[in-house]
């Protein structure tokens, strides 16, 4: 469960296979988060799941013309993560054809 905590600013982000995490304005509560995991195992806290998903849409179609297998496994991840936000937005907003 997760406990009430006032943070700060955050957005999605990735380096280096370090943690990600998800959009929070200035002094969100977590009560209303909601939990997913990436293509990685990693549990993400999903806070923000509007500007997480445009996030990681714009992450998604970033390409370089000769990706190594790190930026193969990005475009993947990517795309993973979009998928699986927009099913958590889905279930947010109540909308029993994609689940």
């Not at 957005?11 to 293509?39: P, R, S, W």
């Not at 500007?51 to 930026?71: I, N, T």
């Not at 795309?79 to 936000?85: A, S, T, V």
């Amino acid at each position: 469960m997760l406990q009430t905590t006032q943070l700060e600013r955050i957005f999605i982000h990735k380096e280096n296979g370090q943690e990600v995490q998800c959009g929070l304005n200035d002094n969100t509560e977590m009560k209303n988060a909601m939990e997913i995991t990436d293509l990685d195992g990693k549990v993400l806290t999903v806070t923000d799941c509007t500007l997480a998903l445009m996030q990681a849409d714009d992450y998604r179609h970033y390409r370089v013309s000769e990706p190594s297998p790190d930026q193969l496994h990005l475009y993947d991840y990517w795309e993973d993560l979009y998928q699986k936000l927009l099913l958590l937005d889905g279930k947010i907003k109540g909308d029993k054809d994609i689940l």
